[in-house]
């Protein structure tokens, strides 16, 4: 199995290619409308998926605890919430997919700052 460093890198990389994508596509066709779901998924599909990544490859411990399989599991599913969720919000289909997202994207921060809290990178447990 892949280590969680690796996971958040590869998931992160699959969110950025998505959102290169749909970047290009909205350019092409001159419609910005959907760019606040664009850049949510760029932010926390690309961006805090690699910064998790790079926690947990710098904190051996931190990264072999169950809570980091927890924490990859609930920071993807955010992604994969909120992001159709904020477009069916600016299309007025409803807000219930972005609020469900964005508690469990808090839920996923909050949760890192707790395994930050119990894994100081730097510091050896014995």
Do not use: C
Request: hydrophobic residues 55%.
């Amino acid at each position: 199995m892949k280590s969680i460093a690796s996971m958040f890198f590869a998931i992160g990389a699959v969110f950025a290619l998505v959102g290169m994508i749909w970047g290009i596509q909205m350019s092409a066709s001159q419609d910005h409308t959907l760019s606040p779901a664009h850049g949510h998924l760029n932010l926390l599909g690309f961006a805090a998926m690699s910064l998790f990544g790079s926690y947990y490859a710098l904190s051996p411990q931190a990264a072999a605890a169950g809570l980091a399989k927890l924490h990859l599991g609930l920071a993807t599913l955010s992604v994969i919430i909120l992001v159709p969720g904020i477009v069916m919000a600016i299309t007025e289909r409803g807000e219930g997919l972005a609020k469900s997202g964005s508690i469990l994207a808090v839920l996923s921060m909050l949760l890192f700052l707790v395994i930050v809290l119990r894994h100081p990178i730097g510091q050896r447990h014995s």
